[in-house]
Structures are given as C-alpha cells and as structure tokens.
C-alpha cells in the first residue's frame, strides 16, 4: 500500500535554511502536500506541487520533487522561530480524496 | 473563512464507556475525515465520509464507528473506550478534487483510563 516517510525531528539555527526530506509510494498521486501543525492546532496546508513540476518556489518556501526517486523536500528559508511546528508530507490517494501522511518532522529553531 | 471545530479540546474517560466525539464545519463541504494523531506514527485515518449517511473505513477504524446525519455534521464513537484509545483526534473536512485541502479542528485530547 501506499505509505510517506520523513525523519522525525529536525534541528536549525534561527536564520539558517531548514531542508525537510520525504519519501513516498504512490507514483500516480496529483499532487503531493506539506501541511504545517503550530502547538495546540491542527493542521493546516502549507502548501502544494503539481507532480508534473520539479520545483514550486512561495516567498521562503521551496518545494522540490525528484518523481524518479519519490522524493520531496521543504526548504524554508531564513527559518524563525515562528517556524517551529511539526511539518507533515502528504500524498493524495488516488480518487477517494483521501490523503496519505506521513509521520511529520518536528522542527526546533534555537537562538 | 472555514471553520472546522471540534466539541471539546480535552476529554477524560473511563475504560469501558461510550465516548462521541462531534465535529463541525461550517463551508458545505462534501467529504469529511476522523484522524487519531499518535508521537511517531503521524496521522492516521478512522473513517471518512463523501456524503450525508455516506461512510468508508479509513486504516484503523476497529473500534470505532461514525454517524453523519447532516452534512455539516461528523461524529466519531467509541463503542466501549479502552486504554490504547487515549490520543489526539483530529477531524477535517473538504471539497471534492484535487488539489486537496482538508481543512482541520483543532483536536480533542482523550485519555482513557
């Protein structure tokens, strides 16, 4: 079955850039997601990439997607502190509107 | 502005009792989803819902069930609460179509004990 992978924790300097990694199955997925979760909250989307597209750039976010390897990255740039959340990867599964999550990275920003 | 919430942010039980959590959202969106949020394990999808009195298992739904009776409506029961049912539920909602944005709660903590 479908699954997404992503290394659980994740830590940066304050203003360094910050590069979340992910691994996916489902090659015929659209799109594939970054959804943010701030403490206490649920989640929220961050943003997506078509799959027929390597890279989707908005402001300090980069999206990066190497469809041969599944892979997919979250670059944020110039990261703040503001910027500590769990991000999740998603993939959509197939025509159920269902999306797959994987296990989120938690990123810790320090002074 | 879409609203999804959620009827209690912390909930405690007892091993052995019926629990209903509810969910609302306010936009008319078709589909609707009960996830549990575990450390490590991400989330992780109960059942989900495309329509009024419609409902699909998801990956985990054994001890559970759902009820939605109107469509801005989305219930998740647990039958008989047990002790590895303590966790975070998060519910979310959306349109039909890709891309797909679900829009989330802000999650109900349950312990059971």
């Known amino acids: 079955g479908e699954d997404v992978e992503q290394s659980l924790f994740l830590s940066v300097r304050e203003g360094d850039s910050s590069v979340i990694n992910c691994t996916y199955t489902?090659?015929?997925?659209?799109?594939l997601y970054w959804y943010k979760q701030e403490p206490g909250a649920g989640l929220q989307l961050l943003t997506y990439i078509f799959s027929n597209m390597d890279m989707k750039q908005d402001q300090r976010l980069t999206v990066l997607l190497n469809k041969k390897d599944k892979h997919l990255s979250l670059r944020i740039a110039d990261t703040q502190t503001g910027d500590s959340a769990i991000y999740f990867c998603a993939e959509s599964d197939g025509g159920y509107n269902k999306l797959i999550f994987g296990a989120g990275t938690r990123l810790a920003v320090h002074p | 502005d879409v609203k999804v919430t959620q009827s209690s942010r912390y909930l405690v039980k007892r091993t052995g009792e019926k629990v209903f959590l509810e969910c609302v959202q306010d936009?008319?969106?078709?589909?609707m989803f009960w996830y549990r949020q575990d450390p490590g394990l991400g989330l992780r999808l109960i059942y989900f819902?495309?329509?009024?009195?419609?409902?699909e298992k998801g990956d985990i739904p054994e001890g559970y069930s759902v009820s939605r009776e109107k469509k801005e409506r989305f219930s998740l029961i647990l039958e008989s609460a047990s002790t590895n049912q303590t966790s975070m539920y998060l519910c979310?909602?959306?349109?039909?179509?890709?891309?797909?944005?679900?829009?989330f709660g802000p999650g109900t903590r349950l312990t059971v004990t």
């Open positions: 819902s495309y329509d009024v009195k419609m409902k």
């Open positions: 979310a909602s959306s349109l039909p179509g890709d891309p797909y944005e679900q829009y």
């Open positions: 936009m008319d969106h078709e589909n």
């Open positions: 489902d090659s015929s997925s659209t799109y």
